[in-house]
Every structure is written in structure tokens, then in C-alpha cells.
């Protein structure tokens, strides 16, 4: 059975916008997805379909065969639990210390007032901290985020989602804010959960060669359409103008 | 320029500059009437009575000028809109008449203040002048300790109705916050009642709740905290649920992805994003509170302002000098600390 599959989702915003057409999609259970598409072509949307922080327009969402297009409050607290996130910008809690803001990734199993007055089980501070050993941040866990540099929140922002114990992990351009080499590092952390422990990845990203580099699969959108299902290695040069238009030119990252 | 503007002219436009047009017609012959006629013309100081007759005629002289100017393009409603045709004269009319009708304005502003350089200047309101400066630069001392004993009830007063406004507009204000309230159509209707409700208590001035308060709970210091509080709700619900609203929606997302509970998402997304920009304008609050609990007393709202009515009522110019340089120093000591201590928040 599949993990995940869409079933003519489509997105139309309140301004109109048709930000998903139509899109069939299926994930397997241990691939390395990767999405590609221009910018505004949905790619964002589409990851947010599946933990549900959009709500589509119509179609169907179905997670190991069970409908979770339409699950509201707790149940789509517990759906949402299996499926850690991390984000472009980050998204941490600045101001406040690396240790909690991993331990919030355990928010969705914990009861509501303790974890408001912050009285987090040891056991729980001990797994943060073999998170925070697992993206080589140990030493930092009392030190503010935004005293962080870019890749070390995104490890940070890793970590937190471990919390999950996901089973799958959705990456929304984990790695365009960061420079090469960093985005190498993150990449492979992510390379590592993927082959390590065999969780499902979803990654939208924009440069090709990291495609190749640590996808099993890519999928492409063009203005909300899925155009293309293959292999890193069958994205030809017609594809690549097709996904990207003629004047389009791939650029390496070193 | 002419052509492409008139082509994006819509007929909501159009009909904003007929309106505008017609107020315009009937403002200027209501005060090229009542004001340049009567009172500048011929410098009448008491004007004849208002009949519904001339009432009607205003109108119907106004709104026929106003729909004049309109169909002939010469018109002011027009040209504010930018939606006027590019003929000169047309044009020239239409600027003359709001020259005309904003000197008629200033015109009409001095008659209505009764604005008189005779009284500024004359013999008696110059002696006046000299009694009330001079008594206030030699104030009375003796009744300095009566004084602080009201600037202090006057501070305890802004504090506590501080105090007490703050938890109500911290809860009211996620209510109150457009971003966390448009997820069903409930929610979003109890957001439009509570900021209907908000916006009506905020725009009624402080000195009035104390007024309401005053008949309500009776004369003192009680009324004038509870008219300093409902105002303070108000407004602090209004700029705390402005700053939710301006708050990163990252970490908020974030936050739910874990699959944290509505409350979880608020107090680790919400709350770090608020807490320091509440803080300064809790105390900008305060400091406002003072200065308007010095003057609540004015109407009976109790503190140092009520002292001040009772020895202006006496003609006591000298104690009443004594209240103001110490209301004076109060909000000086409170304006200087609260910026600096809102500099150290941010
Ligand atoms: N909240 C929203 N309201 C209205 N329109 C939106 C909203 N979010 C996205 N859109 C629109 O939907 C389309 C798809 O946006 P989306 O963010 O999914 O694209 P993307 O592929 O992630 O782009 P990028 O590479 O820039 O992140 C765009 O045209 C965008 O303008
Ligand atoms: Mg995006």
C-alpha cells in the first residue's frame, strides 16, 4: 500500500489563485521525493496539502489507505504528529533556547497545561538532547537561536521535528536561504534519516544538481500541474526547458 | 493622461463625486449665507433664526449647484478623483471653487471660535492675563502636603485601572486578532462583534465614562478608575491585537505541524512574538493614564483634578498654580521614565 496518495487535489485561494490543478500523486513508503517547479508553481501548497496546514479544494488525501482529507481536531492533531516539517526560513521560536525549541517538536503527545508552564518530562530533555547529538548540536542546547548561524537553526529545526518520530518528513526548500556548502550539510542529514532510518522525504527544492544528488525520485510542477513523474537521471535538457521555459539556464551548486 | 484615467473612472467613483459635488454645493451656500453675508458682510452678532423653510432652500440651491458643476465637468468632485476631462476652463472653475470654499472655511472657523483679537489684546483681558501667570509663577506652598496626597491618589488611580485592563484585553485581543480569527465563519463572527464593541467603547473619550461612572457608582476616585479601565481595555485590546496580527506566521506554522493543540500553538508561537511589544505598550498606557487621570477629576472622577476644580471654582490662583506645576512635574517624571524604559524593552 502506498503512504501517501493525492487524488485530483486542487487549491484554489480566496484570491482566486489556482495554486494546485488536478494532482495525482503517489509516495511510497522510504523514497526520497523531491519536488521542482518554478517559483508560484504550487510547490509549497502541495506540501501543505498533505499535514493538512492548507486545506485543499477538492480531491482526496489518503494516508496508508485512510482518508485524512477531512479529520479535524484531535484526530488531525494525531495525523499531523507523524509528519515532521521544516521550512526555508526555519521557523523557530527565537529568543528562546535551542533545547526548547526541540522539545516542542514533542507539543503533539504532550498534555496542554504541563507543557505550557514548560514542565517537560526528563526522559523527554534527554531525547532532545540525543536529537540534538544526532544533528551535531549537542553543546549548543542553552544557547539562543537566533544566535545561531542559518544551517545550525535549520539542524535545530531537524531535531525539533525528530521529536515526531515521523514518518515522514516534508522539507519546503530546506536549503535556499543557506549557502552551498551548508546546504550540503543539511542535505545529507537529511540524506541520512532518509537511508539510515528509513523515513519517507519530501523536499521541495530549486537546484537541479541537488536533485540528482540526493533524490530517488522528482516530480515537477508547472502552474499547478504535475508534468513530470521520473528519476533524477530523466530530466533531460527538453525537460528542463519545459519545467523551467526556454530561457532557462541549470546552474551548478558547488 | 486625461483618456486613460476616465476609462478606469467606474460608477462608484462617479457616484462619489456627485455626492461629494452636492455636499459641496449646499456647504457653500449655507456658509456664503449664514457666515459671509450675515457675520462678515454685515457683521451681524445675532443671526436670524434657522426655519425649515431656509433649510429646504439651502438645499435645494446647493444641490442644483452641486449638480450643475457636475454635468457641466466644471466639478470639485471631479477633479479630487482625478477623473476631469483636460479642458482649462473647466478645470480653473472647479480649482476655484474649493479656493472659495476653503477660505470660506477658515472664515467660517474664526466666526464659529468667536476668535477676537480685541479681547486677546484688551485692557482687562491683559490685566487678567497678568493676575492669573503671576499667581501661578508664585504658588502656595501651604497646601503641598493636601496637593501630594491627590497626585498620589491621581497615580494609584492610572495603575490600577492599568492593572486591571490588562488581563482583560490580553484575552480579548486573540479574540480580537484578525489572523487567529478567520478559521470558521463562528469565530470570525465573534471577532466582528468584539472589534465593533471595542472600536465604540475606545472612541468615547475617557472624561466621558467618567462622566457615565459618576451617576453610576457616584462621585470619587472609584468612577474615575473604572471610566480610566474601560478605556484602557479598549485600547490596549486594539494595539496588542494589532501586534497578533502583525506576528510571524512561521513559527505558528511550525508549531502546528507538530500537531500541537490550539492553545500549544498560541503560548510557544504566539506569546514569544507579543510579550515585549505588550510590555511597552502596557506601560505607554500607564503613562497615558496619568496624565488623564490628572483631568478625570474635572468632572468628578476623584484625584488631584478634582482638587484643581475646587480652587478654580474659589478663584484661588495661587493654590491652582501650585496643582499644575506639580501635575506638571508628575507627567514630565512619568513621560521621561516610560521612554526610557520602553527604549530598554525593544
Ligand atoms: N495564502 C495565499 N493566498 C493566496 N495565494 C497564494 C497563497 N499562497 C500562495 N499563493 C499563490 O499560489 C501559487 C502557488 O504558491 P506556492 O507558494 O505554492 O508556490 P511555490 O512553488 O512554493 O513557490 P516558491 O518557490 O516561490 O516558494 C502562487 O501563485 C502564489 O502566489
Ligand atoms: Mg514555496
Known sequence: ????????LNKIYPNGVHALVDVDLTVQEGEFLVVIGLSGSGKSTLLRCINRLIEPTSGQILYRGQDVTHIQGKELRQYRKKIGMIFQQFNLIKRRTVLLNVLTGALGSLPV????????????????MEKLRIVGLEDKWNVRVDALSGGQQQRVAIARSLMQHPEVLLADEPVASLDPATSHSVMKYLKQLNTDYGMTIICNLHFLSLVRTYGTRVVALKQGKLIFRGKPE??????FKEIYGEEAEEVEIA | MGTETKSQTTTAQKFQALILDIFFGIYFVVTLHRVFYYQVLLSLRKLPPVTVEIVLLYIGIGTILGLALFFLNASPGKLIF??????????????HFLWIIGVLTIATGWVVTRVSILDFFSQEGLAGAKRIFSALLSPEWSILPQALLAIVETIYLALMATLFALPVAFILSFFTARNLMRQSPITLGIYTVLRVLVNFTRSIEPLIWAIIFTVWVGIGPFAGTLALMVHTIASLTKLYSEQIENVDPGPIEAIEATGAHPMQ???FAVVPQIVLPFLSFTIYRWDINVRMATIIGLVGGGGIGTLLMQYQGLAQWHEVGLLVLIIAIVVWIMDYLSARIREALV
Open chain 1, 113 to 128: 497545561l504541563p507543557s505550557i508552564l514548560e514542565r517537560f518530562p526528563d526522559n523527554l530533555r534527554q531525547e532532545a
Open chain 2, 265 to 267: 500553538v498560541i503560548w
Open chain 2, 82 to 95: 482625478r477623473q476631469l476631462p483636460d479642458v482649462p476652463w473647466k478645470k480653473a472653475v472647479a480649482e
Open chain 1, 1 to 8: 500500500m502506498a503512504l501517501i496518495e493525492l487524488r485530483k
Open chain 1, 234 to 239: 530523466e530530466i533531460t535538457q527538453e525537460w
